[in-house]
Nanobody, 115 residues
Framework: VQLQAYGGGLVQPGGSLRLSCAASGSISSGALMGWYRQAPGKQREMVATITRRGGITNYADSAKGRFTISRDNAKNTVYLQMNNLKPEDTAVYYC?????????WGQGTQVTVSS
C-alpha cells in the first residue's frame, strides 16, 4: 500500500485548504484512514480519522468545528477540509492508513498559516 498526499501550501490566517490522500493497493473494508500533523519541536498528533466502512469520524479538540474529514471509497481517497486556519495549525500533515493490522504513512505535506 502506498499513500500520496497533496494539497498543502501557504495560507493566511482565516483561510482554507483542502488536503487529499490517495491510497493504492489492497485496502480492507474495515480500514481506518486519518490525518496527523507534526509541528517543529512537537510530537506527531492525530487531527482526524474516519472509518472506511460507515464513515465514522473522530477529531482532535483543536480540529472540531473547523476541519472536516471525508472519504471516497471508490477512489481510495481521504480528504481534510480545513477552514478558519490559525498560525498554530502550521505543521507537516501526514495521512495514515490502518488496514489489516498494518499502518502506513504518506510522505507529508507542509501547511503554513501566516500573514
Amino acid at each position: 500500500v502506498q499513500l500520496q498526499a497533496y494539497g498543502g501550501g501557504l495560507v493566511q490566517p482565516g483561510g482554507s485548504l483542502r488536503l487529499s490522500c490517495a491510497a493504492s493497493g489492497s485496502i480492507s473494508s474495515g480500514a481506518l484512514m486519518g490525518w496527523y500533523r507534526q509541528a517543529p519541536g512537537k510530537q506527531r498528533e492525530m487531527v482526524a480519522t474516519i472509518t472506511r466502512r460507515g464513515g465514522i469520524t473522530n477529531y482532535a479538540d483543536s480540529a472540531k468545528g473547523r476541519f472536516t474529514i471525508s472519504r471516497d471509497n471508490a477512489k481510495n481517497t481521504v480528504y481534510l477540509q480545513m477552514n478558519n486556519l490559525k498560525p498554530e495549525d502550521t505543521a507537516v500533515y501526514y495521512c495514515n492508513l490502518d488496514t489489516r493490522g498494518w499502518v502506513y504513512w504518506g510522505q507529508g505535506t507542509q501547511v503554513t498559516v501566516s500573514s
